[in-house]
């Protein structure tokens, strides 16, 4: 059954949902040149955004959010990681002009193109396959993207800076529409939360974090709830987080626990997760590692309270599931930039190791 979009901003309530079929043109203005027809990128299907009640349209987190999470969290929520339009037009070539929050284009470890730039991608007969990106160089930017008529377009926003403001420009005399439903009825959205990892440290392009790569492997929905540093379950990011009707939760958290933090944590958030959506799939991932350590003594830690849990009460706890560490970045240490943040190879090995569990809860 097709599931339709409404165009409205207000009406996109969590990531997946979906709107009207045309976009009406009188949600676009018109360029200067009297050629291109703007749309502003809240009116067009979003996905990655889970929340309706945000200080800007493109955080990851809802305004409430500011007094009950780590101002560190609060901060990263601004950055626009996972979030992507989806759309359809029939113009053979279509504009993106995006302004990101910072001037900070880049850091030490991780290149503009994946800090601030936009990513595109486009359903192929064969998959989702790359088009081409948008290459920041200040705060407002612009490119144009060649396209075939009639596909289906993904534009993912910045990972690790804010967005201001998106738009997609197409020719007057052409039309955005929005996209069929996603095969197999995934629409409901995978939520992954963990650390700068997670959050697509350090990709080379938006479309290179392995929480997108896993999403277009399985072609569903991915909301992004990484935070660099702060994957440190929180009660209150469980709490934000079991609001999103997802089809799977995806919890990453390791590499920024200690010992310590993992037998205070870990357990009481798995627990309150289960008991607000028993019906919902946990997988719980260990942390990967370049050096062949894995698993590491704080995989240890997790498997353990997985098996204690698993064990208790086999019934309550079906939806939860484990994925080891041992195959993520492979056996030949070049997965990483800096030991720890995966490069696009290490980024591109874990979105096969997330995608291929995935697509198993999922089809189950």
């Known amino acids: 059954m097709r599931v339709l979009f409404l165009a409205v901003m207000i009406a996109i309530q969590?990531?997946?949902?979906?709107?009207?079929?045309?976009?009406?043109?009188?949600?676009?203005?018109?360029?200067?040149?009297?050629?291109?027809?703007?749309?502003d990128g809240a009116a067009l299907p979003i996905e990655g955004r889970a929340f309706c009640d945000t200080e800007s349209y493109y955080d990851r987190l809802p305004a409430r959010a500011k007094e009950i999470v780590p101002s560190s969290v609060w901060g990263l929520s601004h950055h626009s990681a996972g979030l992507a339009l989806r759309f359809v037009t029939d113009a053979g070539s279509f504009k993106v002009r995006w302004a990101v929050r910072s001037a900070n284009l880049a850091m030490p470890h991780m290149p503009a193109t994946g800090v601030s730039g936009v990513d595109v991608?486009?359903?192929?007969?064969?998959?989702?396959?790359?088009?081409?990106?948008?290459?920041?160089?200040?705060?407002?930017?612009?490119?144009?993207?060649?396209?075939?008529?009639?596909?289906?377009?993904?534009?993912?926003?910045?990972?690790?800076?804010g967005t201001?403001?998106?738009?997609?420009?197409?020719?007057?005399?052409?039309?955005?529409?929005?996209p069929p439903a996603?095969?197999?009825?995934?629409?409901?959205?995978?939520?992954?939360?963990g650390t700068s990892i997670t959050q697509g440290g350090c990709a080379s392009r938006p479309g290179m974090a392995?929480?997108?790569?896993?999403?277009?492997?399985?072609?569903?929905?991915?909301?992004?709830?990484?935070?660099?540093?702060?994957g440190k379950m929180e009660l209150a990011l469980c709490n934000l987080i079991a609001e999103i009707d997802a089809s799977v939760y995806v919890l990453d958290c390791l590499w920024n626990m200690n010992d310590t933090l993992i037998q205070e944590r870990a357990e009481p958030f798995i627990r309150a997760l289960?008991?607000?959506?028993?019906?919902t799939p946990i997988l719980l991932a260990e942390d990967c590692n370049a050096f062949e350590r894995a698993p590491t003594a704080k995989a240890h830690l997790l498997r353990g309270i997985y098996d204690k849990l698993k064990a208790e009460d086999p019934g309550l706890w079906a939806n939860l599931h484990y994925l080891e560490a041992r195959e993520m970045l492979a056996h030949d240490s070049e997965g990483t930039v800096d030991?720890?943040?995966?490069?696009?190879?290490?980024?591109?090995?874990?979105?096969?190791?997330?995608?291929?569990?995935?697509?198993?809860?999922?089809?189950?």
């Open 182 to 193: 996603r095969p197999g009825g995934n629409v409901k959205p995978i939520v992954f939360y």
């Open 121 to 161: 991608y486009q359903r192929t007969p064969q998959g989702w396959r790359f088009v081409s990106n948008g290459r920041p160089s200040g705060i407002t930017n612009e490119v144009q993207i060649s396209n075939s008529p009639g596909s289906e377009s993904l534009v993912y926003l910045p990972l690790y800076n």
């Open 274 to 279: 289960q008991q607000k959506r028993p019906q």
């Open 339 to 364: 030991g720890c943040h995966p490069n696009d190879l290490g980024m591109m090995r874990l979105g096969q190791v997330f995608g291929a569990a995935l697509q198993r809860l999922l089809t189950k």
């Open 14 to 39: 969590l990531a997946g949902t979906v709107c009207a079929d045309v976009i009406s043109s009188q949600a676009a203005r018109e360029d200067a040149d009297g050629i291109t027809q703007w749309y």
């Open 210 to 230: 392995f929480t997108a790569i896993a999403g277009r492997l399985v072609d569903a929905p991915v909301v992004n709830l990484g935070f660099s540093g702060n």
């Open 164 to 178: 201001a403001m998106i738009e997609v420009g197409v020719p007057k005399d052409k039309r955005l529409s929005t």
